[in-house]
Structures are given as C-alpha cells and as structure tokens.
C-alpha cells in the first residue's frame, strides 16, 4: 500500500501536532497545580480557615450561640417573636429625596416580625428593654426593601469587633451559668463609645406593648433621587399611640398584648425620615445626629394581622438589611455588612433544622421543655 508522503513516518500525534516534551507536561502540571492552590487559598481565607482569629460570620453566629444555647429553627438572635402583616400607605413626601416606588404615593404590602433581642426563643418578654421591627416592603415592580430596626436610639458599639467583644464579655460562666459581670465592666470601660447606650439603659424599662414603641434604623443609608443626587439618612417608625407602659409578670405578654390590640382595629406608625447634614456621621450607630436634622414623613405604616413565627410568613424572611430597592443604598457604616453576612448565616442554620420543617417531630431542645 502506499504511504502518501505528506505523513512522515515520526511519531506524531493523531491530531497531527507535535508531542509535548518532558518539560511542557512538567510546566502544565505547575500551573494546573498552583490554580488549584490558589482556589483552596481563597475558600480558605473566605472561610476563615487561613485564620482563625478573624472575624467571619461564622465566628460571630457561634458566640451567640455560646451565649445563648442553640434552638433549632430558631434565628440565633432576635429569636423570640411574632409575624405580623399590613401595608404602609406613602405619603408621597419622599420622593424628592429617593427613586424607590415605595415611596411614590400608593399602597405597598407588609410582612413583619416584631421580636426581642437574645438567642433563647422562650425568654421572659421583661427579661430586656430592647424590642424590635422587622419590615419587609414588597414593591410592585418585583423590588423588595427590608429593614430591622429596635426600639433605641443608639446602638451599643459602632464596629463588628466590638459588637463581637460585647457578646464574648456576656458569654455565661460556666461555673455559675451567668455572664461574670467584671467581664461585662470592663468592656464597657474599655469602650467608651458604649455611653449614650448606657445611658439609655438607665431610664429603659421593658414596655407592656409592641404597639407603641418608636424603631430606629440605628445605621445610616443613603437615598438616592431620580437626578440620581444621593442623600444620607437614618430613619425611625414612631407609633400613632406611643402610650408607655411597663409590662406585667407573664413571660409572654407581648403577643397577647399585640393579638388582643389587632383584634380592636389596626396599628399605626408614621415612617419618619432624618436627613444627614455634612459632617453628620454615617459609620458610627453609636452616635445620635443633632436634633435640629430636616425630618420627613414618609408615609403610615398600618399593621392589620398576626400570627405566631413557627407558622407565619416572616418564619422564612431573612431581614438583611442590604435586601434594598433602586433609590436606597447602604452607607458606609461596617455594621451593614457584617449584619448582611450574620444574618445569612443565622438563616442557613435556621432552616437547615429539622424542627424548622413544619410537620416534623418537636427538636430535642423543645422537648425538654
Ligand atoms: C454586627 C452587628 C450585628 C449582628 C452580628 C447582628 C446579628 C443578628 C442576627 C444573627 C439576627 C438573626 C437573623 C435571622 O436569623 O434572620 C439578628 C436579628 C435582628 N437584628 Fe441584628 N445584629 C447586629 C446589629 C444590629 C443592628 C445595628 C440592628 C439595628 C436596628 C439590628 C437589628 C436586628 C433586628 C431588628 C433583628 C430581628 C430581625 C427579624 O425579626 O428577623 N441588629 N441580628
């Protein structure tokens, strides 16, 4: 047979190139190597494993865990509340100030969550002064906004860190079950940024109502206007009915309050908006700005429903604070993100449980109780 004599007789490749020698094979292997090292790298410094001593959200949903035990399906903060649902009617008053539709005059639907702070779903509501709202905004358009806010003016710490140190210095002692309360002191000494905080502290007393608390944004967004001019801003809900009252002896008296107020009529809350002037700090949520601050009201926030968390629509809501429209953005306050990723990983726990699946068997921890 006849060989053509276009195909040499050498050793060729069947795709007609020549053969790699040692050194390209070698060369591959380097590089296909050093890409996969470079990818376990970055999972390990994502995942916090390069080191140990950063803080990740992992780091911080497990110190509340540690402070507070763990409950399955519960959030690992903010644990014990309630679903609630409504609308919030605009003003229409915004709108020079922000681009979102929410904020064009109009209905938009609400679902909500009211709550109190700390990882132990069945605490006593009098066990804390603090409460807190959680909104979910559904626009029209597919957009969604969501907030959490509580019912204090500052927030203890302006950082990740210390808001990290602050739950390490309340870890309960082993030996006694309670937070050692030298610990508790010299954190607060050693963060002086914790003042206004305390001094609210001082004069809060735990309220008999969700109904008639007034909910602070506490960190700084900004709104952004059609001409897209941006704007900084915190913002506040104050209740039509801000009657004080400090609740009883029954563990559970806010959602007995808040059922009994909804099946006379509905709640309502005025969506008030601060704007920034310059200088006004946006990074720190410990810091209160100067009363004198442009105020606008937005809109009324009309609550008409409840229902209990383990079966309500807010059970499966993530609150993320970053969750927001065209017309609002986050500012440059670190709590923000680090909120954004804590929450993420609350919810991941949370309904990865067993107990969180509605219909399945009452979790271990439920059981005892
Ligand atoms: C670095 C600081 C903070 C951390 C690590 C943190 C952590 C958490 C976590 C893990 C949850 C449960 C989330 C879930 O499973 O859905 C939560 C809930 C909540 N947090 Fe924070 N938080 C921080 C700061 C704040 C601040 C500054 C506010 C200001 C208002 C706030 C308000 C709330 C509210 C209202 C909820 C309840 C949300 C709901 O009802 O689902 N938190 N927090």
Redesign the pocket.
């Known amino acids: 047979m006849n060989v053509p004599s276009e195909f040499p007789p050498s050793a060729a490749s069947s795709d007609g190139k020549a053969p790699l020698s040692n050194r390209s094979v070698l060369l591959r292997f380097a590089l296909i190597g050093a890409v996969l090292l470079l990818t376990v790298f970055a999972f390990g410094y994502v995942g916090g494993w390069l080191a140990p001593s950063r803080l990740t959200a992992q780091r911080?949903?497990n110190q509340?865990q540690a402070n507070a035990g763990v409950f399955p399906g519960y959030?690992?903060?903010?644990a014990k509340?309630v679903c609630v649902a409504g609308y919030f009617d605009s003003s229409g008053q915004a709108q020079t100030f922000s681009a979102a539709q929410v904020f064009a005059p109009g209905r938009t639907p609400i679902v909500g969550?009211f709550?109190i702070?700390g990882g132990n779903p069945y605490a006593p509501d009098g066990s804390v002064p603090i409460r807190?709202?959680?909104l979910r905004f559904s626009q029209a358009n597919g957009q969604q906004w969501r907030t959490?806010?509580?019912s204090m003016p500052v927030?203890p710490v302006a950082t990740?860190q210390a808001?990290f140190e602050q739950l390490q210095a309340q870890q309960p002692d082993p030996a006694t079950g309670k937070p050692n309360p030298a610990k508790i002191a010299a954190f607060f000494a050693a963060h002086p940024e914790t003042a206004a905080f305390l001094a609210w502290v001082k004069t809060a007393k735990p309220s008999a109502s969700f109904a008639t608390e007034s909910y602070?944004?506490?960190?700084a967004f900004v709104l952004v206007d059609a001409n897209g001019e941006k704007h900084a801003v915190r913002w506040r809900m104050v209740p039509e009915n801000g009657e004080t009252a400090t609740g009883g002896s029954d563990p559970n008296y806010l959602d007995a309050d808040l059922t009994q107020r909804l099946a006379q009529g509905q709640q309502r809350w005025h969506l008030i908006i601060t704007l920034a002037s310059p200088g006004d700090p946006t990074n720190d949520?410990t810091k209160t700005w100067p009363a004198d601050r442009r105020e606008i009201d937005a809109g009324t926030l009309v609550l008409t429903s409840t229902t209990p968390q383990e079966s309500g629509a807010?059970r499966d809501?993530?609150?993320d604070p970053l969750v927001l429209p065209d017309g609002i953005q986050a500012s440059d306050d670190p709590?923000l993100p680090?909120?954004s990723a804590?929450?993420a990983?609350?919810?991941l726990r949370?309904t990865s449980e067993e107990a969180h699946l509605p219909g399945t068997a009452t979790s271990q921890t439920e059981a005892k109780r």
């Open positions: 911080m949903i509340l959030r690992r903060n903010h509340g969550r709550a702070p807190s709202m959680a959490g806010m509580n927030f990740p808001f602070w944004s506490l960190n949520a807010c809501i993530n609150y709590l680090a909120r804590a929450y990983t609350s919810y949370r």
